[in-house]
């Protein structure tokens, strides 16, 4: 069975997934950039973003199963953009320029409908505006029989853990306090009941964490 | 310089340093025991509560550090006991028996006075109703020039965190989910600004981290 999975999802010492305050000059809230320095030194996150070079070792290891088996990724608005509301003259394409990093169809979640938005190298954008469950058929389907990502951000994880669509989720806790932002287990109602660690391993700069369904 | 120093406080991944509910039957809350399964499977932390055997390493590096140096303790009072309110007719003499596990003397910050009360083996406790300054004052004292240890719980830490009076703190991050309780890294209001990550160590079921005042 296909799976939905988190993947490469860092959070702080004190728990935030993101810093505070996202706008233009800080897709990741402010001081969110010090949760991802760990995945873009890994050879396969810069592989991923055209840059050559890289570290290889654990965190490249799980970096890598980041992209494996994964043919369809699910974000959230916020993680395709800081407009609010309305989308506007359309003319924000997402954060990553002309060849965002997925090479496969993404599914943005938002209330605003919205024509596809076809990018360079496989990457459309399909803008889905009636629910979590409905994104989620709709990216199984273009998956194929592969998995599908759950990018973020913070608030969409929460969504889709409370209604226990998660198959698997990987933490990568970083030993920084950012002090604010958004929590990733806050707002889960009966707690993340139902999900167990199976598996915990280290680097020297990150505790990962691979979570599954019971 | 004498130091205030957390010890071996262990949190779950979803940040929560104790279970909830505390009563008579869940010192640690319900399910908090889960957090110090680790510490309990060490041979310093067996030897301080009188039994033999236990794991060497990383996990008891760590275990025996939180014995070493330290002269005095600082509890708060749901440390010492499930009791609210006055302490009635004084029976309760702690968690932890005739022999308490600390073998130096023990400030318990209370609103309501006590009079001293001396257990086996050089452990008295002392309980200080003027604030947490006081207690540390009087720790500091009673340590002699060697260091106090902070032992918790969750809501203590977070008032000397608050006032920046702690200058060292061990937190052992547990591959589990609580789901509830009480978080560690909360109530904090400008966060825990000023501190930062010095040393980060993991065993297969613990990842450690040491923070120090910047």
């Known amino acids: 069975?296909?799976?939905?999975?988190?993947?490469?999802?860092?959070?702080?010492?004190?728990?935030?997934?993101?810093?505070?305050?996202?706008?233009?000059?800080h897709p990741l809230g402010v001081g969110?950039?010090?949760?991802?320095?760990?995945?873009?030194?890994?050879?396969?996150?810069?592989?991923m973003h055209g840059m050559e070079g890289g570290e290889t070792g654990l965190d490249d290891d799980f970096a890598a199963r980041g992209e494996t088996e994964i043919?369809?990724?699910?974000?959230?608005?916020?993680m395709f953009g800081p407009i609010r509301g309305s989308w506007g003259?359309?003319?924000w394409t997402g954060w990553w320029g002309d060849d965002p990093p997925f090479h496969h169809p993404v599914f943005v979640l938002t209330h605003h409908p919205r024509a596809p938005l076809t990018m360079e190298a496989g990457t459309t954008f399909h803008f889905v505006d009636d629910g979590i469950e409905a994104a989620l058929e709709q990216?199984?389907?273009?998956?194929?029989?592969?998995?599908?990502?759950?990018?973020?951000?913070?608030?969409t994880i929460q969504q889709y853990l409370r209604a226990r669509l998660i198959d698997e989720m990987h933490v990568a806790i970083v030993p920084t306090l950012l002090g604010r932002g958004e929590r990733l287990f806050d707002h889960l109602d009966r707690g993340p009941d139902g999900y167990?660690?199976?598996?915990?391993?280290?680097?020297?700069?990150?505790?990962?964490?691979?979570?599954?369904r019971a």
Request: proline share 3%.
């Open 89 to 91: 003259d359309e003319s």
């Open 32 to 47: 969110g950039e010090r949760l991802h320095e760990w995945a873009f030194a890994t050879r396969s996150m810069r592989r």
């Open 1 to 25: 069975m296909p799976k939905l999975r988190v993947q490469n999802f860092a959070i702080s010492l004190d728990g935030y997934g993101a810093g505070p305050d996202q706008n233009v000059e």
């Open 196 to 212: 167990e660690c199976v598996e915990f391993a280290c680097s020297p700069s990150v505790a990962h964490v691979r979570l599954a």
């Open 71 to 78: 043919a369809a990724t699910i974000v959230g608005r916020n």
């Open 139 to 155: 990216a199984l389907d273009a998956a194929g029989g592969a998995d599908v990502r759950l990018g973020g951000g913070v608030a």
